[in-house]
């Protein structure tokens, strides 16, 4: 097993795509629950029909496959002569995406706080934004906590579709080195050990947060 | 005072309050019964501005609850109103629930919401569960806490939807006696209630309602004793 060519260097090549990687999901999870939890407030307030046209859009997000996605939109940014680098274009795809899943997480978790605890707050003379602020708020993070943490682990091994716009993360620095040295399992099996290595915490972090919210 | 001058609403095709009359006097305890689905939540919903009405007023300390411009988080501070579906607020201990209105919409200090809301549970005989949460009390710690939680805003009337219904027959009593220790205390209060007996222990006047209409109202000696509607008649004859 340690018969092998691989060397420093190639480690640190391994560990670059692995920061990239990790750069594009960091900023997809975080745009994408931003906009999510936007839309998935909007859609709440506007009532199935009203908000019918976010719903359509959001739904050709979920339904395109990524890769497709990710080449369209690399092909429209330049038809657009929008100039943007493979990195930004594939953080806005990847963002698009990642919000039209949030979307439905974030809508599921407002609609599973009873409207008589709802109006519960609103009879003590609370605001509607204060009622989201403390009522809604940590009681739909609670409920769309695991589905979250799902969206984010999904959107960390998708990002790697990101290759085919040219970026090198963790799965195309792999293939580099397995084209080089010829060694696909073993290189593969470090590959697959440096996305886990990134998951687990992500993974622990949701366990604990849900054990601790659990008391009450 | 709460003046309720010819309600009107509406779900859809169904009227669920055909005009509505009626005055409630600081101090007064007004109790509100009738069969199901008489109109008798939707009132209450009604005063506090939770539920739009379709014609007529409903004026509280001169304040015209439905019209344009009417700032209605400030008014419902002074409406308290208690739910027969438990609504703590799950995340938050039973401190915290009774503190955060106070805090967030009275601007008062932490220290100063904490002091009222010792003070308030206390009263209702929850002070031995201050850091307690919601989900690890029984329905009628739950509806104790949401009526210190409700006292603790001040409030100046306060109303209670069948706050007994939901609750296991042998923790009924203990909420009762809090209603009754408010109303002995002097608190201008609306219950509607199925507790006959409690009814007629502590109201001033006891209201009938059916089918959208108050058929009858009279101090409860009277409206117990000599019942003169027909369906009131049917209704008392039908809970004993
Ligand atoms: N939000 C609503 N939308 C449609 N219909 C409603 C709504 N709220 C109440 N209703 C209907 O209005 C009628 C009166 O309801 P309300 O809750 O005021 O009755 P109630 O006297 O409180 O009855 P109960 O003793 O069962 O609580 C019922 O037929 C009910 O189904
Ligand atoms: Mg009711």
Redesign the interface.
Known sequence: MFDTALTLADLGFLAQGAVMTLAVTAVSVLAGTILGVVFGVLRNQLGTYWSLPITFLLDIFRSVPLLIQLVLGNALQSIMKLGWAPFTTSCVVLSLYTAAYCTEIVRGGISAV?A??R?????????WW?DMR??VA??AT?VSLPAWIGLTLGVMKDSALVLWLGLIELLRASQILVTRLQEPLFILLICGAIYFIISFPIARLGGYLEKR?S?? | MIEIENVRKSFGQLEVLKGINLTVQKGEVLTIIGGSGSGKSTLLTCINGLETIDAGRIVVDGTDVHAKGTDLNKLRRKLGIVFQQFNAFPHLTVLENVMLAPVKVLGQSKAEAEAMAVKQLTHVGLGDKLKVYPSRMSGGQQQRMAIARALAMSPAYMLFDEVTSALDPQLVGEVLDTLRMLASEGMTMICVTHEMKFAREVSDRVAFFHKGVMAEIAPPEELFGAPKDPELKTFLAATH
């Open positions: 009873p008589t605890t109006r519960a707050a609103r009879s003590l003379g609370m605001t204060q403390y009522i940590p009681l609670r919210w008391n009450d």
